[in-house]
């Protein structure tokens, strides 16, 4: 057997440059850029511009941005991303339901080419065919991969797709004039949180139900709570403990025959792709993250992708437009007598739709079934070792194979050493590895959420165990140093309280000003 030799980044040490922030570098009178003056030429035929803004809505002073130099703009932002620890710096497996893997770089250069980037949402259909032709291409591929009929790529997230499925639904019984009386959305207290948040602010009442030893809700829960009141189920399978519901198509009959429609929560398809379906399962709708499953990066919560799909009776109800085509010509449809409407600017993030598409093909279909046997290959891998570490157990239930993640918890470690996830998680930041906790709620105590995709080497996996076992030893022998960790990351220990008190939250600079420097 080939030794192991997972070598532990000791002598890792984060940048930190004491950068201030680009407000405090303004300097009246630096300028980043300077903009021409419109040629008079252009004046005489376009006018100046200014005068097509109403009076109400010129700014009578300049917007109170930074001034600061272009050289120092560069050192500001490149310090910044040094001092990130960021995905394509570590082994970065512990983000837990948020599937993070490799977005080939390829990709990137293929969005950033002028064919996409320069690009506008307002030209004429005809002038660009090409984007028209990839979205449509790609909604074919999706049909494929969920079994669905239809598919938009307006959401620009996960969560934003959950709502728009909440939205299609709430359309569905109005249409039906049964609006008032479905109000009821059945979710799992394992499913993303999001399941329920959606459906909430849409206005519907949520029922969750929790899980029995096997850490799974069965049919016969299920059935007590469905009713005529019952608008849809909304769940994750697998769950967001990794979990694969064997009896899902259960679940969607007992839905159906009570009326209400079945949502299909596929953020995380990585151990699902060319295994299972969404259709043979029995579900209306369904929706993935363009930006975990299908190897786009996650912006920080910036642009990113949900695809959300529908069966043939729902296709009416989807957001507008639908790309179309018609004569060999690719169009945007408007055509939906009972659409939702639009539910975002334009028609999506274009460059992440561009980049999913480039992994997809590069890959194939035998590709993307490898990509699932891989994921579930290396979390099963990762959860026998780790669950070798003093400390680290999985319940719900325990010692059950999982898909494509499993969530852990610390709590054993925690109630004999003192040490639980959240030391664990800046501990882990002093060799280079970022570890996150888990969502809400911690119905697992001292949780965290692993998930190694297939992105990842066993080299890789083996290394991050290293760090995990590091962990265990300190907080065994020497609590002292995990509990004031980080010791080599760019900000050492944190006092979280300030994320408990909105008094002192600061989400911007004049937030900032307002409640810590006026006051002094």
């Known amino acids: 057997m080939k030794k192991n030799t997972a070598r532990l980044r000791k002598r890792f040490h984060q940048a930190k440059w004491d950068e201030e922030v680009i407000f405090q570098l303004h300097n009246p009178g630096e300028k980043g850029i300077t903009v021409p003056e419109v040629e008079e030429g252009i004046r005489q035929v376009a006018g100046d511009g200014l005068s097509l803004i109403p009076e109400k809505m010129r700014r009578t002073v300049p917007p109170a941005l930074p001034e600061v130099g272009q050289m120092r703009v560069l050192k500001h932002y490149l310090r910044l991303s040094q001092a990130t620890l960021g995905a394509d710096f570590n082994i970065d497996i512990g983000q837990g339901t948020c599937t993070m ?11 950033r080419s002028q064919k996409a980037s320069e690009i506008h949402p307002y030209q004429d259909e005809g002038t660009v065919q090409g ?16 079994g669905l009929d239809r598919f938009s790529f307006q959401p620009s997230s996960g969560s934003h797709a959950i709502m728009v499925m909440a939205s299609v639904v709430r359309k569905y019984h109005e249409l039906r004039g049964e609006a008032g009386k479905r109000d009821e959305i059945i979710t799992t207290i394992f499913s993303h949180p999001s399941d329920a948040a959606a459906a909430a602010i849409k206005g519907f009442k949520i029922i969750t139900l929790h899980p029995g030893p096997d ?25 967001d403990t990794g979990i694969f519901n064997p009896q899902i198509a259960e679940f969607t009959l007992v839905v159906h025959q009570a009326g209400g429609l079945c949502a299909y929560d596929q953020a995380n398809a990585n151990g699902l792709l060319g295994i299972t379906r969404g259709r043979e399962a029995g579900f209306d709708l369904c929706f993935f993250n363009l930006h975990k499953t299908f190897g786009t990066p996650h912006g920080c919560g910036g642009p990113a992708g949900g695809a959300i799909g529908v069966t043939a009776s729902l296709r009416e109800l989807l957001p507008v437009p639908l790309v179309d085509r018609k004569d060999e010509k690719f169009f945007l449809n408007y055509d939906l007598p009972h659409s939702i409407g639009k539910t975002r600017a334009f028609y999506g993030v274009f460059p992440v739709i561009l980049k999913a598409y480039a992994w997809i093909m590069a890959l194939g279909a035998e590709g993307l079934r490898t990509v699932s046997q891989t994921a579930v290959l290396n979390n099963n891998y990762l959860m026998k070792r780790i669950l070798d570490i003093r400390g680290v157990t999985s319940p719900f239930p325990a010692g059950k194979r999982r898909i494509e993640q499993v ?45 190694p995709t297939e992105s990842y080497s066993k080299a890789e996996i083996d290394e991050y165990l290293a760090g995990l076992q590091q962990c265990s030893d300190e907080a065994y022998s020497n609590p002292d140093i995990v509990r004031t960790a980080p010791h080599n990351s760019v900000v050492h220990h944190i006092d979280s309280s300030v994320s408990d008190d909105p008094e002192r939250w600061a989400i911007t600079w004049r937030a900032y000003l307002k409640k810590h420097v006026e006051k002094l």
């Open 131 to 146: 984007a028209l032709e990839v979205i449509f291409n790609l909604e074919g591929i999706f049909r494929e991969i969920s």
């Open 215 to 239: 850490g799974l809700v069965n049919v016969e829960s299920l059935k007590s709570v469905v009713s005529d009141r019952t608008a849809a189920l909304f769940i994750t399978n697998p769950e």
């Open 407 to 451: 969530r852990y918890s610390l709590e054993k470690m925690h109630r004999e050493t003192g040490i639980g996830t959240h030391d664990v998680t800046a501990r882990m930041a002093d060799f280079g590895f970022h570890m996150w906790s888990s969502h809400h709620p911690f119905i697992v105590p001292e949780p965290c959420t692993i998930e």
């Open 101 to 111: 893997k490799y977005s080939p770089k390829v990709n990137e250069a293929i969005a």
